[in-house]
Each structure stands twice: as C-alpha cells, then as structure tokens.
C-alpha cells in the first residue's frame, strides 16, 4: 500500500491550554490539557500560538546492546599448514 503522507486519524498531540479558548462551540480553560487530532491541534496552535503549548512526554533511554556473551571466549581458528 503507497503511503500519502497522511497521518492516520488515531494519532494525537497533547496541549496544555495557557489562557482561556473560546471559538464558536468550542471551548477549553485556562490550565487544563487536552489531546487533539494532530491536523486540530495544529490549527489551534496557529489559530491562537499564545493559548496552547505543545506537551513533549520524555521518551525513555534506548537500552544498551552490549556485546555478545562468546566475544572472547571463543577458540582461535586453525593453523593454516
């Protein structure tokens, strides 16, 4: 299947709302956080910058690959005669 460049519809961005948002019917208050559809929080974002804030959860630390457990314990190759 091609990808389009969209995004699926499950995919969220999580704000903080700064100051009170009133548009039409829609509405948030000052202080709480809302998880929005990537394309609405976007909008909402450039709609009104000062009112929203975009909420980077920390990703955790990539675990460490060591090395294998054989590395030096291997037996030597033969002699070659």
Excluded: N
Aim: proline share 7%; hydrophobic share 40%; with cysteine.
């Amino acid at each position: 299947m091609a990808q389009t460049g969209r995004r699926e519809m499950s995919e969220t961005i999580r704000l903080k709302v700064i100051s009170e948002y009133r548009a039409g019917a829609l509405y948030y208050a000052a202080g709480s956080t809302i998880d929005a559809p990537v394309e609405t929080a976007l909008w909402l974002m450039r709609d009104a910058p000062g009112c929203f804030e975009l909420i980077v959860e920390a990703q955790p630390a990539k675990a460490f690959d060591g090395p294998p457990a054989d590395k030096m314990v291997k037996a030597p190759g033969r002699k070659k005669r």
